[in-house]
């Protein structure tokens, strides 16, 4: 369970389940009062719960890989009533839910049990009526329509803030005698967590503007007054990926409903509305996008093993690669546009043609899955890197390993270069982003304060500022030059509708700005907060 494989399965875990939809059918007729409420059955209210959350990991094309499932299925009554084979540790034992292993990993509180693994609890309301299920006697029900049945996931209300755990960010900032404890650190601290990890970010092309992506929803900040623009909410899943058009005047999101669905929405950037077609055809979720540098294409990698081409903006799909044997990470374009990039949980990393549809090369050498790939400006250079957190550089022309670095202690998730080419951020489960001289492939500096692992990172077209975001969720923006963090920031949708949103920022100074409903859980003391709080 310490292999590499097991390690990179819990990062694709936790993205994957933070992209299933938060309320299922069951949580939404038993909200709603219906008469599921009082009679729970599996076929209509506890298989659209795990269909949304666990089924993704635990099913039975994932059961013989236990180092993803543990060996259980999810995605039937027949599978679930069998369980493991592991008598001691019973999956289901009807009219006993604290004898059964499937209610205490639902409703446990250490993260080491806590299922689903990686992402955010189930909320109360679906945990409750899984154990009312399995105390009268965990019956079978009748069969249903599940897609008549089941909303769509655009439709479920936007999840609510618990706010059941505090969210520290240290500070330096010298506070008035006898404010804190002997020994205690300086920190403001809010009320707002747990929050779901942040899982893509992107620069727009002035800089402007920083589309974050988190839990079915993706936050537009105005990077020069440190405040948000606004939020797009509603999506299928999370938002794996984004992408803005070389113009600025798209958003493009990847994401949807793993082991269903993957799209890619396209949003104006002067409305953020909406526009364009939305381009599905995947059948697992959409983990990266790349835009030609032209604009007329956009290329999408899922996690159902393909990859694909599109023109822009009629939709039409141009080219389909099947050659993966395992999910696409990520994809991008050569700078001149005739071939694509494309690496893959399968160890490998491709060079597709994409005018004739063949491959051009295969670069071998990874021991396990590529998470994480860039191009050099040039088009000359491939760094990958995964599971194993080395950074390999490749000649694209020879497919030869020209370097091999060390430096991070955890997998890679995400390399990217910045806009003129001289600088490279890789973004990592040990905690840390850092950053690299693609001249000399050297290090540079490690950019250090997050509290867990790292998904995604983005530098500014200016060069100046790298921003990192993960399974803490927050984001964290750094000095590239200097490597000083400047400020910690943070949002929710709060309403169902998702038209409002929480945020606060916080820097390292102390100096803070916050929505209303978030300024008042700042929990440093009252006679701190006129000399802290930052003006508008």
Known sequence: ?????????????????????????????????????????????????????CTVCHSAATASNTAVSGGLALDSYAAIKAGTGQKADPVLTPGKSGASA???????????????????????????????????????????????????????????????????????????AGLLEKGAPAQLAL???????????????????????????????????????????????????????????????????????GDIRFYDTNTWKQTGPTLGGHADAVASVAWSADG???????????????????????RAFKDHSDGVTRVCFAPDGKSLYTASLDHNARRFDIDKGGTIRVFTGHNEGVTAMALTKDGKRLVTSGTEPNLRWWNVDTGETTN????????????????????????????????????????????????DWVYATAISPDDKLVAGGGADGLVRIWEAASGRLRLSLAFWPSSADGADFDWAVVTPEGYWDASGGWSSRMAVARLARDVLRAKA
């Open 1 to 53: 369970m310490t292999s590499s494989r097991y390690r990179l399965s819990v990062v694709l875990c936790a993205l994957a389940l933070l992209a299933a939809a938060t309320a299922a059918a069951g949580q939404h007729r038993a909200a709603a009062g219906g008469p599921s409420a009082a009679a729970p059955t599996y076929s209509k209210d506890v298989r659209p719960i795990l269909q949304a959350h």
């Open 102 to 176: 499937l209610y205490a990993r639902l409703a446990a509180t250490s993260p080491t049990r806590l299922m689903p693994k990686g992402g955010p609890p189930l909320p109360a309301a679906q945990i409750a009526l899984i154990k009312r299920w399995i105390d009268a006697g965990a019956p079978a029900g009748g069969a249903v329509n599940a897609a008549a049945a089941a909303p769509t996931p655009e439709s479920l209300p936007m999840p609510a803030n618990r706010a059941e755990m505090e969210i520290a960010v240290p500070i330096k900032a010298a506070l008035p």
């Open 191 to 261: 009320r707002i967590g747990p929050l779901p990890p942040v899982t893509a970010l992107a620069y727009s092309p002035d800089g402007k503007r920083l589309a974050i992506g988190g839990y079915r929803a993706v936050a537009i900040w105005d990077t020069t007054t440190g405040r948000p623009v606004t939020n797009i909410t509603h999506l299928p899943g999370a938002a794996l990926a984004l992408a803005f058009r070389p113009d600025g005047s798209l958003l493009a999101v990847g994401g949807g409903v793993p082991g269903v669905s």
């Open 296 to 318: 007329s294409r956009i290329a999408s990698g899922s996690q159902d093993k393909s990859a694909k081409v599109w023109e822009w903006p009629s939709g039409r799909e141009l």
């Open 404 to 451: 091999n670095n060390g430096g991070h202690g955890g997998a890679v998730a995400e390399v990217v270069f910045a806009r003129d080419g001289t600088l490279l951020a890789s973004a990592s489960a040990d905690k840390t982003v850092r950053l690299w001289d693609p001249a000399n492939t050297a290090q540079k500096r490690a950019l250090e304060g997050s509290t």
